[in-house]
């Protein structure tokens, strides 16, 4: 779990002064590729179904249009917010918003073959060759769904996918670096799930799409008589908390920073962060990349704090 910590931007304040950390600038490491992680950026709050592209930075790669579900939808008559919405009940993963796919189609929409929908969004900056990666996102099934599947996974391009080039029935012709295996059940509508890998990178990867690539024949689905939506046999996935990071920038983030004599030295180990100080400090804040408080510390010149339960 300690990969995907080490991905956000962390705001350290001391004693009188304000100073940055920032452990995501490029020449020293980089951290989550994914910009817009969590869908928490919107340039109009969506008021309609198959808004993804009022995300800040997200899109769909096929004829489809996938939903941004945000807070800021509440009341709308369409009923695409958060938690509620017309696919389930859910509260985000991290902050307020996330997206939702149709994974797979049974029947109805009028689509024969399984309907499919897709979110990409491009990095930050292109993959290297030879350099190994690492990926992690969540995943919940919309619990208003006949069927949800566990067949989701991510594909890295070099190229943006035209919206042109696959028809909503057939799913995109690429094999995708990470796979969710099929005893990683994604079927809990209570919970978000965490689907993770790691792969070598080919070089030049600049675009993640997340979705099911898996043909009928290798979609394997599970009936949930959960369906509230007459006559659409579907499954819905909700995805949040996108993180992508080279696997070398997981172990100790080096050089040392240096402001106003107050020199932190982080180091991430085995599940946990660990911030020292040449000298005591009053108060530590540590604040996320959009801005939300996650931690408060004071007193001592060192301590830690548990990756899993103060960031996910």
């Given amino acids: ?15 009188i002064v304000w100073f ?7 020449g020293i490491c980089q951290y989550n590729l994914v910009p817009n992680p969590s869908f928490e950026l919107y340039d109009t709050c969506p008021d309609n179904v198959g808004q993804i592209y009022r995300a800040i930075g997200w899109s769909s790669p096929t004829q489809t249009s996938p939903d941004y579900h945000n807070v800021c939808t509440n009341g709308n008559p369409w009923n695409i917010g958060v938690p509620q919405n017309v696919h389930g009940y859910q509260f985000a993963k991290d902050g307020n918003g996330y997206a939702g796919i149709i994974s797979y189609t049974v029947n109805g929409l009028g689509i024969a073959g399984g309907f499919r929908e897709y979110v990409q969004i491009q990095l930050t900056d292109s993959l290297i060759a030879g350099k190994e990666y690492s990926l992690g996102f969540y995943v919940s099934p919309g619990d208003s769904c006949k ?14 996918i035209d919206t042109i080039q696959s028809p909503p029935n057939v799913p995109l012709p690429f094999l995708p670096q990470i ?25 030049g990867e600049k675009y ?54 107050l020199q932190p030295l982080i180091y991430n180990y085995n599940n946990h962060i660990s911030v020292s100080f040449d000298v005591g400090i009053k108060n530590c804040f540590i604040y996320n990349n959009i801005g939300q408080q996650i931690y408060h510390y004071s007193g001592e010149s060192k301590y830690s704090l548990d990756i899993e339960t103060k960031f996910f």
């Fill in 1 to 15: 779990m300690n990969k995907y910590l080490k991905m956000k931007k962390i705001f350290l304040i001391g004693t």
């Fill in 20 to 26: 940055l950390v920032s452990i995501a600038t490029k």
């Fill in 147 to 160: 069927y949800t599947t566990n067949s989701i996974g991510a594909y890295f391009s070099h190229t943006k």
């Fill in 179 to 203: 796979q969710n295996p099929q005893n990683n059940n994604l079927n809990d509508r209570s919970i978000w799930k965490k689907v993770t890998g790691t792969f070598i990178a080919s070089g």
């Fill in 208 to 261: 993640i799409i997340i979705g099911n690539f898996n043909d009928t024949t290798n979609t394997i689905l599970t009936y949930t008589s959960w369906d509230t939506i007459p006559l659409i046999s579907i499954a819905v996935h909700y995805i949040d908390g996108i993180i992508v990071t080279p696997m070398d920038s997981l172990t100790s983030i080096s050089p040392p920073i240096k402001y106003n004599n």
